[in-house]
């Protein structure tokens, strides 16, 4: 059985609410799903897993900021044993903030740069999850097909 594991760095819980969401569907979908803050994982978790997915919100007014949580990860992004791997990246942000979404971007260009395959489009959700399930219930089936 393949196995997932989802990151996640959320500050109001929407990010995280979304994670839950997410894996629910993956395992629906036959996967393993294991689901982590971020604040709880190391770069080197990910070694046994076969697709790794990251969640972020964005903060910060004109520069992207990435959720709190996440930026002691994201700075030692480079020891994670992503190569080869699939990756997937989806957060929730604002698109009233002129970098709507900005941490999902900062996140794919990362995996990029370190030899990560990123095997869907990032998932950027507008306000509240809740309104987006649809979307994210795509985007989670398409990504247990990738
Ligand atoms: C002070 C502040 C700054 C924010 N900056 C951004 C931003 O730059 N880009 C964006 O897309 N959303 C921005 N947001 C919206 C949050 O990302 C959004 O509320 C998100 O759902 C929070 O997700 P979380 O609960 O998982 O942390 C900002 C919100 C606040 C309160």
Redesign the pocket.
Known sequence: MARALII?????????N?AERIGGILNDKGLEVTVQNVSDVTPGNEAEFDLVLYGC?????DE??L?DDFIDYYEEMEKAPLRNKKIGVF?????A??????AVDAIEEKVRNIGGSLVIEGLK?D?D?DESEEDIDAWATAVATA
């Open positions: 996640f760095g959320s500050t109001t819980g929407n990010t995280e979304t919100s964005t903060w910060g007014e992207i900021e959720q957060g929730c942000g604002d698109s903030y002129p970098c709507f979404c900005g959700i306000g999850p």
